[in-house]
């Protein structure tokens, strides 16, 4: 009975149509605000879904994945996305950007991170306190335009008792993100 309710994996599971995941996808993306949705098109055969497009920043190619990824139905997701900035940039105006936006967010403005840039590919290097700092530094330079890559190389040293506050921050960082 249970199956021929609607429940669990019976019936409902057949509604779900390829263009029904299309149209789901396209909705997640236009609800999610990094993701510029007017410029990715959406394709579905078998529950895979095709992304393909421009963005100008590597999080949005990124962003889009995720989203796409979570959308019932979707059974996997193939990212043909390009990163093209607005503005075409040399890598010192990619580092002196990257720079800035540590500098500029509050959770990395402390940081002591070494920043260099070849071909558009960016790499980190340096020390941080923990994982999650040194996912909020590559999320900062993953929303630089003109970014095609980001190498995190940044090393987090665990230390071996920590505050209550330390752990708190920490929280607080997380629940930012």
Known sequence: FFMLAGGGTGLAALDLTDTKIEIAVDDALTQDQAVPSYLVDVACTNG?????????????????????????GVRSVINRIEVIPVIEKKD???????????????????FKIDVSVDDKVVTLKGEVNSHIEKQAAGKVAKSVSGVKEVKNLILFNHKTSRSDADFANDIKTALAW
């Open 92 to 110: 010192p105006d990619i580092k002196t950007d990257v720079i800035q936006s540590l500098a500029a967010d509050p959770v990395t403005e402390l």
């Open 48 to 72: 895979v879904v095709t992304l393909s497009g421009t963005v100008d920043t590597l999080l949005a190619k990124e962003r889009a994945l995720a989203i796409a990824e979570t959308v019932k």
